[in-house]
Structure formats: C-alpha cells, structure tokens
C-alpha cells in the first residue's frame, strides 16, 4: 500500500535514468526539473503552527493543542530530516532513503492537518481567527509538498540559512533547554513545582475501546527510535495483555497508524508471562510490568522477545489484592506500579508486612533484572490513586473530583524525608487515572484515563519553562 504511493511519489518529483556503465553495475543518475524549495514558507508554517499552539486556549481544546504539538514536532523532523538529505548530498548519488523518510514525514503532517480538520470541525470551539491561521498552515504545506527535493539538496546554503532561523526561532519559543546531566543525588532541575495543563489529549487509535492502558516513551531508547511511543491496552477483561504496540511518533500515535505494530509476548493469555495490570513502562527496549499470577517483576525484551523476572519480596500483595483506590473503588490489578525516573526503573506495590503501606525499590537491568534498595513509606496505599517517581522522589496522588487528581505525597529517597502537603493539582479530562508515569527525557507525565491518552509537563525549579 505504502509502496506505490512512495514511487509515484518519487517519479513525480524527479526524473531518474537507468543506465549500464560495466556489467553488473548499475547507476542511478538524478536529473532536476523542479522549482526551488520555499524554505520561507516552512519556516511561516511553522510559526504559524507555533503561534496557534500558544492561542488556542488549552482548556476548550486540547486534543486540538496535541494535533498542534504532533504538527510543531512534525516540522521539527523534517527540518532534521532535509538536513540529513544535505549531509548525503555527496554530489553523485543522492540520498533516496532521506527522500524517503521525507516522504513520509509530509504524509504524517497532512494526516496530522486532515485529523487536525475533523477535531476542529467537531468542536467548533476555536475563533475564527485561529480556523484562518490553520487554513494557512494547511495551504503553506501544501506549497511545500510540491517542493523539489534536489533543489534541497543542490542549494545547501539557503538551507543553512533556514536551519539557522529555525533555530533561532525555536529557541526564541522555547527557553534554553534543561540540563541534562543524570542527577548524582538532588534533582538537576531543582524541585518540582506545578504540573501544566493537559499537553496531548486524544483517544489514538481506538476510541472508547480499552479502559485500562498505559503508554509513553522509552526513556533509553534505541538508536534510532528516540521519537517512538509505545501502547500498552488491557484488552481483555481490563486486566491482561499479551503485546506491545508502538508507533514511531507522537503523531502518528495521535492519528492511529502504528508502524511497525505489536511485538507479541505470547499469542494469546493468559499465559505465564501475560501482563497483567496497567502499571506498566518501556524502559531500554524491554518492557517492565506485574506478570500474570505472580508478585514478581517481569521484564520483555522486545529485541530478543525474552522474558525474564525478579520475585518481590514475600508478603507482597498481587493478584487485585493491593490496589489503588478512590473513595471506596480500587482499581483492578493496579498491584504494581512499575516507574522510571533519572536512575532507571522503580517498582511501587505493598507488603503484608507495611500494613498496606506503600513500598519503592529500585529494579536494577542486569540479566535477569534484581531488586536494590527498597524503601517503606508511610503512606496507605488505599488512599492513593496513583504514584509515579521523578528525580528519585516517589510521588502519589489522590482523587479530589472527577475533573481533579492532587498530587498530595512525596517521599524522597535521598534524604528518607515524607511529605503530605505537596498539593499540587492535575486537571483531568476524565474522572480515572489508570496509569502515570514520569519521562525523564522530556520531563513529562504521561497518563492513561479511561482509555484516552494524556500528557502534562512536570514543571521544576530550573526548568525555565515558559508554557
Ligand atoms: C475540512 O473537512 C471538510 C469536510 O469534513 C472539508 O469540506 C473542508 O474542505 C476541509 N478543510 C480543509 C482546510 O481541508
Ligand atoms: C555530583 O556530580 C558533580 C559532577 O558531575 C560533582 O561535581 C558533585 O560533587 C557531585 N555531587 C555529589 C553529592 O556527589
Ligand atoms: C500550577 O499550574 C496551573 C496550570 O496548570 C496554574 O493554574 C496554577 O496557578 C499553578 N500553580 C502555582 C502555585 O503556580
Ligand atoms: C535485549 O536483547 C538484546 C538482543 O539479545 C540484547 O542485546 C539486549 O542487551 C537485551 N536487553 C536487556 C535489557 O537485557
Ligand atoms: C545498588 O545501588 C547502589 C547505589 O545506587 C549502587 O552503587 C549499586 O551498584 C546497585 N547495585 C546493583 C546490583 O546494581
């Protein structure tokens, strides 16, 4: 299906001859017919997806605030993309497979434009105005998906020029980025302060469907797979599950075409390695989560598609037996809370022993994966809807009303300190968070509830950030 589109795709842009020079050789020689790339015109696009972004108001429309952020990241791609295109410019072959990628990147922003169209058709919230900047953004696109690539390629320096300005404009938009060294006791970005309002809102690729989930991205990803997000949807009985779905952007997450698909742990379940429970997150390539029947950690690794496992310590409550709760319903098989921060992967459960009180310890990667330290709080897990730990702090919230969750606790495994009043709120778009979890990569909480998708900006001391 993808194919013939890509070749007509590359036949319409340039012109290509097959030519034998000596037997067995075959050489690819790239004639150039088209106009110049209007770089000017990327860069309105993106100011204009920038300038909506901040416009539109966060609270009528998020979901159309997640298209607009997939657009922003979109261009930002392929700003790299067409960067890389010039790298490849070795002036006798070109780079067909940046042509490629190219490609691709325009089909996902007018995926991205036509979703964008229908969410803003549905919600008939936002100004006129705002519909008349989006026309614009949509017709500058479509200018420039009438680009010519070579002459991308051919005048180098008008990109640079562009790159440039792109930098300077991104960085005009967006304060200095964060630190980033791994944080060696105290938190790099100081304390966390406030959460934002909802970033990404949307029911991806199966509205409604599945109530129990969880999703993100892996903060120590693969090369090349920096910018991919994964899926995990209890799809039967809200308990188990037997795959991993991953997409290879947010945007294509929020339009619902996942490439390259599920990476299967067993062909159905439950089995003996079935996940079970929401909790779960990507970390390293493996995915960490509560396996079926048992109070042990297991660990996927989606390259070798192995399972491998450490036992939590007796005592520990499983199988919907220490869950989170609000008011007087608990949330089924939310036993284990796995979580990453800076350091790696936590795990968060109860003991017998802690009375129902919420217990951290660190997973650490070897082969197979061990428990380190653990630390025992003093908070009951009954009382809390959710936990999920940044800078080595474990962080848990708890149910106000159906449009606000507080993040009231915090203990820091550092210097051993609890506190109740930490009194952050979290706007909601539904009334259940099943699933929270902290990326160190972007400072983000990424949030399963009732089966959309939503992500907040964790916003600390030193983050400068100015959302
Ligand atoms: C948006 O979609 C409607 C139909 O759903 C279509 O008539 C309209 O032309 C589209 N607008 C743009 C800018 O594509
Ligand atoms: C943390 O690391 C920095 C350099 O990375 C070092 O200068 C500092 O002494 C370290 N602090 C502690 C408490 O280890
Ligand atoms: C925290 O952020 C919210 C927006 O998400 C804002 O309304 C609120 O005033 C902030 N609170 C503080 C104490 O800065
Ligand atoms: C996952 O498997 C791959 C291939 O066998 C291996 O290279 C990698 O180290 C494994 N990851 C972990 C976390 O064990
Ligand atoms: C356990 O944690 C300590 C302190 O962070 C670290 O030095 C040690 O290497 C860890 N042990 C294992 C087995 O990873």
């Known amino acids: 299906m ?3 589109l890509l070749l007509v795709f590359l036949w319409t842009l340039t012109t290509f001859s097959l030519q034998t020079d000596s037997p067995g050789q075959c050489v690819c020689e790239f004639r150039n017919s088209e106009q110049m790339f209007p770089h000017d015109k990327l860069r309105t696009a993106e100011n204009e ?7 539109v108001s966060p609270w009528k429309t998020t979901e159309l605030q997640g298209l607009m952020l997939g657009l922003d990241r979109r261009l930002v ?9 010039e790298k490849e410019d070795d002036g006798d072959l070109y780079g067909v497979l940046s042509l490629n990628v190219i490609h691709n990147e325009m089909t996902e922003i007018r995926l991205l434009l036509d979703k964008l169209n229908t969410t803003t058709e549905e919600q008939h919230k936002q100004t006129a105005a705002t519909t008349h900047r989006m026309e614009q953004v949509r017709a500058e696109m479509e200018q420039l998906e009438t680009f010519d690539t070579q002459q991308v390629v051919k005048r180098q320096e008008a990109n640079q020029r562009l ?6 404009c991104r960085n005009g938009l967006h304060a200095g980025p964060p630190p980033t060294e791994p944080p060696n006791g105290s938190c790099p970005y100081g304390e966390f302060l406030n959460i934002s309002e909802p970033r990404v809102y949307t029911a991806g690729e199966y509205p409604g469907s599945y109530k129990y989930g ?3 991205r892996d903060p120590k990803p693969e090369p090349g797979k920096e910018s991919w997000h994964w899926l995990v949807l209890m799809t039967s009985s809200n308990r188990y599950s037997n795959y991993v779905r991953q997409y290879h952007s ?6 619902g075409q996942s490439v390259p698909g599920n990476v299967l742990i067993s062909s159905s379940n439950p089995t003996t390695n079935t996940i079970q ?3 779960v997150v990507l970390y390293g390539g493996s995915l960490y989560y509560n396996c079926y029947n048992q109070h042990a950690v297991c660990r996927f690794n989606l390259t070798s598609k192995t399972v491998t496992n450490v036992d ?17 319903e608990c949330y089924p098989y939310t036993d284990l809370d796995l979580a990453t921060d800076e350091s790696g992967v936590w795990v968060v459960y109860t003991t017998t022993q802690d009375f129902g009180n919420l217990v951290l310890s660190k997973v650490e990667e070897g082969e197979p994966p061990k428990l380190n330290q653990t630390w025992h709080t003093s908070v009951f897990k009954q009382g809390v809807t959710n936990t999920f730990v940044a800078c080595g702090v474990l962080y848990a919230t708890r149910y106000v009303s159906k449009d606000v969750e507080e993040i009231f606790y915090s203990f820091d495994t550092t210097t051993g300190k609890e506190r109740f009043d930490v009194g952050i709120f979290m706007n909601k778009m539904s009334t259940n968070i099943q699933a929270l979890n902290y990326s160190p990569v972007d400072q983000m909480l990424y949030a399963y509830c009732d089966s959309n998708m939503v992500s907040y900006e964790a916003m600390f001391e030193s983050s400068g950030d100015s959302f």
């Open 312 to 328: 939590l310590p007796q005592g520990t409550r499983y199988n919907s037996k220490g869950n989170f709760c609000h008011l007087d």
């Open 250 to 255: 947010l945007s294509s997450l929020i339009v």
């Open 163 to 168: 790159r440039r300005d792109l930098d300077k």
């Open 49 to 55: 997806a920038s300038d909506c972004n901040s416009r």
């Open 214 to 216: 969880a999703w993100g």
């Open 277 to 279: 429970g929401p909790n």
């Open 2 to 4: 993808k194919l013939p």
């Open 77 to 85: 791609q392929l700003q790299e993309d067409v960067s890389v295109l």
